[in-house]
């Protein structure tokens, strides 16, 4: 079985910075893509932030310059950091990663973690 834990939310105040970390544990043989998504009541889930295994990034336009996300392969974790925050950047972020798992015959599949609420207010 494989999960996806991220923690690093929580309330910040415009301007400020915050880190993100979102490991994946269990019945591993590789992890693939790992990206973050952000969601906001009412809204379809986007797209922040995604990194290949071999490092290659990109960014949503509304985070370039302020977020840069990357990642290690040995420890299977993907990290956001969140700098010059803005109210906009609230929302609840979700980690997804592209794994293979151990498991005769199986593919490629994606996981999504459990979220984590970050809030940019004075």
């Known amino acids: 079985q494989v999960q996806l834990v991220e923690s690093g939310g929580g309330l910040v105040q415009p301007g400020k910075s915050l880190r993100l970390s979102c490991a994946a544990s269990?019945?591993?043989?590789?992890?693939?893509?790992m990206a973050w998504y952000r969601q906001v009541p009412g809204q379809q889930r986007e797209l922040v932030a995604g990194?290949?295994?071999?490092?290659?990034?990109n960014y949503a336009d509304s985070v370039k310059g302020r977020f840069t996300i990357s990642r290690d392969n040995a420890k299977n974790t993907v990290y956001l950091q969140m700098d010059s925050l803005k109210p906009e950047d609230t929302a609840v972020y979700y980690c997804?990663?592209?794994?293979?798992?151990?498991?005769?015959?199986?593919?490629?599949?994606?996981?999504w973690g459990q979220g984590t609420q970050v809030t940019v207010s004075s």
């Open positions: 269990g019945s591993i043989l590789r992890v693939n893509d």
């Open positions: 990194i290949n295994r071999a490092g290659g990034k």
């Open positions: 997804n990663a592209k794994i293979i798992p151990i498991a005769v015959g199986a593919g490629e599949l994606a996981y």
